[in-house]
């Protein structure tokens, strides 16, 4: 069934304890349409500048499973550039120059082919932007959505109106306390469900996961990972996991408990594998079989026996 | 089969976002026993002066599984005493003040009915003192043991003496990177494990715990606890609820990857009922049918459907 992702591509420069990589392809979207692309055909809406590199459209390319149909290039503009510093423990991390290039200008289409996507994922962006490119999709997908604290800061009553509309809500730790006042996460988690979806991820980083769902609470460790040489798209690709997962079930009810939680696994487990290495370099030499043997080890690691 | 504790007993003075609680019972083998419990019968090894108030024994002794027989008073001795104050997240605490009291007097003594122990916890304590300790012990016990920064900057070679005697070493993250230097938790763990010990429990605080056994890794998270009023004794619990597990398996190999991960979901249940109230207030009242009830609901939050 017809996934499609709304977010950003970016030019990405980061430093990390492990090294540091200049110039290379991130951005949400980018990172979440690789990941999904392992589970289920994936449809990206994006934009980029006149100064994306061939070379990058020939790595979003080689995932077969993602449609570039939605891709618009502007070549009297700049793709959105991001660098960014890790510290030693990889949970930090500055930001050190952001270009916003195309995210400056009107969001992208999306194309009439994609409008008929039964699963949406609106990757972190103005909640009104979010809105608008949900309201081109025709029928009633399932529809869930990312954000960040600039917008809790900044576009509250945009983002209330998004929940309304939405399956389900992923973001960070830190997020949900400024949505909600509540430093507990499963008290601003159970708060969020409140607000209009039926489910919620609380994303930890290293610390792994928490979802709240109108029908139990899960608690997700991540993957226990020795080498972590970029953390960038970490959340992306988790996101791209699970979405792609949910696509590739055909479940009547593909917002359940049970489907939520074994697409959380797969988004776990190619996050895990998109952290050993800078952009997508570590996705673009993965398997299907090769995160089919982690996904089991995950679910092995953390059963009860 | 009989479990060993040796490790403190003091008077807390906890402030915590949620209240205060002033001059009640605490101490790392008080909590321990307390949960250990729950599912076997426990020894404890542990000094008290002469102002230790007849109504904290009377607690102590309506843990009917707890044997005092090894609880020395000291008449002119002062109990260990502390007070700590929990900021709004309740990770971080602040230590108010520290009465040693008696633990800066010569360890108390293993009572010779306790020395055919054959499971013992050595709670936090300079490691000279634990390798005394378990030096009272006759035969080949499964050994545990507990440390903490301190001891790892000031008495390492003692430490690592220690390692080479246990079975198991529990600590928390930050500890395990000053042990090793490495600031991965998995490769901090996996680094313990060259220095003699079969598993290390990594604790987490309320984002869980790894173990690294010789067999396997896994990975926990905390029980998902919405009401947090007191993290005071959260560690000693899960160690308690972890050991008196164990004990109570009667398993040819008890420190086998299969029985500490079980007795992890244990630990980690017990722990997740003591921070709902201060002191032991919650253990008091709690019943192992509730117990049960909630390791399953762990069990199964954890578990990928």
């Not at 609380?202 to 970029?230: I, T, Y």
Request: charge should be negative; charged fraction near 20%.
């Amino acid at each position: 069934m017809p996934l499609i992702c709304t977010g950003t591509i970016g030019i990405d420069t980061v430093f990390a304890p492990a090294g540091h990589a200049e110039r290379v392809l991130g951005g949400s979207c980018t990172y979440f349409c690789a990941a999904a692309s392992f589970f289920s055909p994936v449809r990206m809406v994006a934009a980029v500048g006149g100064d994306f590199p061939s070379e990058f459209r020939d790595v979003l390319s080689s995932f077969a499973g993602v449609d570039l149909r939605g891709l618009e290039t502007r070549p009297n503009s700049k793709t959105f550039a991001w660098g960014g510093k890790y510290l030693q423990n990889m949970n930090t991390r500055e930001t050190l120059f952001t270009e916003l290039g195309v995210l400056a200008e009107h969001p992208p289409t999306v194309p009439e082919a994609f409008a008929d996507s039964r699963y949406v994922f609106l990757a972190n962006s103005h909640p009104a932007v979010q809105l608008n490119l949900l309201s081109q999709i025709r029928g009633k997908p399932t529809v869930v959505a990312d954000t960040m604290d600039l917008w809790i800061n900044t576009a509250k009553a945009d983002l209330l109106v998004l929940l309304r509309k939405t399956d389900g809500l992923v973001l960070n730790y830190d997020e949900a306390e400024l949505l909600t006042g509540r430093s507990n996460s499963v008290a601003a988690a159970r708060h969020i469900l409140e607000m209009g979806p039926r489910f919620v991820v609380v994303k930890k980083g290293e610390h792994g996961a928490l979802l709240a769902h109108r029908d139990g609470l899960a608690a997700l460790p991540a993957f226990p990972a020795e080498f972590v040489v970029d953390p960038t798209g970490a959340g992306d690709t988790f996101a791209g996991g699970m979405m792609g997962w949910i696509a590739s079930t055909n479940a009547p009810d593909p917002a359940s408990f049970d489907t939520i939680r074994r697409s959380l696994a797969a988004g776990t487990v190619v996050a895990s594998f998109n952290i050993e290495s800078f952009s997508l370099d570590r996705l673009r030499t993965l398997t299907r079989s090769e995160l089919d043997t982690r996904i089991r080890q995950y679910a092995d690691m953390v059963r009860i026996p």
